[in-house]
């Protein structure tokens, strides 16, 4: 296997696309993320606000019905849908209207939860895919589900989800990352994968390529930054990006902005809302 020891944002960050003068919303991507069960609503409500402050195009949030106005009262530019998460309708979620598709973040392992992953996989067609959070333990048990759906799929599990997905113990996960990754992909059929994490690995199972992120550190060890993680990744697949180079950029400059918040302030306190503007502000320096 061919690993690139590490990467920082500083590297990277000429890999990210200017903008034409005369773009237009339509240039940079519909997102459709679908989030946050009863109870987990900010998991929804940070994505979209990360998917929107780094650029994409659309961003539409499809989450319980609870969370609605919440998420309408923080961002009105994110078109919040809601859904009964708890029992469940048969919906339109106009999957192939959307460049790329979110899925899991704060949803709860349901029979429903599983019909949607179910309706997403079969419904998209060019989309980029990307499974987080409670997802991640819907294909834990349903191994096949994405691997025979022939889509493109990222993922992005932290140790834990890891140890679930391939049911070994997070220690053994956390002993050697990048073959724990490489295992994900082979099990699952995934185009990329995503071991966050201290030195998170983000493993390119078409090119057979690990790459190790060189920054990140406690200061990121709080709630809700791995929602921020994966709403920054959609907008960057959303804007054109191919895969390889907006994962290892979304997770160079998620770290980045941790990094900075450790300088100026210092290890405590970074809560996920504070880390999409500094974000934002790194991708346009």
């Known amino acids: 296997m061919s690993i690139l020891q590490s990467f920082t944002f500083q590297e990277l960050k000429n890999l990210l696309p200017n903008r034409a003068k005369d773009s237009h919303k339509g240039n940079f991507g519909k997102v459709l993320i679908c989030a ?20 994409s195009g659309l961003v539409t949030l499809v989450t319980d019905t609870s969370n609605v106005s919440p998420s309408l009262l923080r961002n009105p530019e994110v078109m919040a849908i809601g859904v009964d998460m708890v029992e469940g309708v048969d919906i339109d979620l106009k999957i192939k209207d959307h ?3 979110l899925y899991g ?7 429903f939860a599983k ?22 333990h819907i294909v834990a048990s349903s191994k096949s589900l994405i691997k025979k759906s022939n889509k493109t799929i ?12 391939l049911n070994i113990s997070i220690e053994e996960v956390q002993r050697d990352r990048i073959s724990a990754a490489k295992q994900i992909a082979d099990t699952y059929g995934a185009s ?3 071991l966050k994490g201290m030195g998170t690995v983000v493993f390119d199972s078409t090119n057979n390529k690990s790459f190790i992120c060189a920054c990140g550190g406690p200061e990121l060890a709080s709630g809700g930054t791995g929602d921020v993680l994966a709403g920054v990744l959609t907008a960057l697949l959303a804007q054109g990006l191919d895969i390889r180079n907006a994962s290892i950029i979304a997770v160079a400059v998620h770290s980045e902005a941790g990094l900075k918040f450790k300088v100026d302030i210092g290890e405590i306190g970074l809560n996920a809302s504070s880390l999409i503007p500094i974000i934002r502000q790194l991708i346009n320096r």
């Open 36 to 55: 946050g069960s009863p109870g987990m609503g900010g998991a929804g409500i940070l994505a979209s606000e990360a998917s929107l402050f780094c650029g």
């Open 192 to 194: 990329i994968v995503i």
């Open 115 to 136: 019909t949607i992953l179910g309706k997403i996989l079969k419904s998209a067609n060019n989309s980029k895919i990307i499974l987080d959070a409670g997802a991640l």
């Open 105 to 111: 973040p704060g949803i709860a392992n349901t029979a």
């Open 154 to 165: 990222l993922m992005t599990p932290h140790p834990g989800e890891a140890a679930i997905l």
């Open 99 to 101: 460049s790329v598709i």
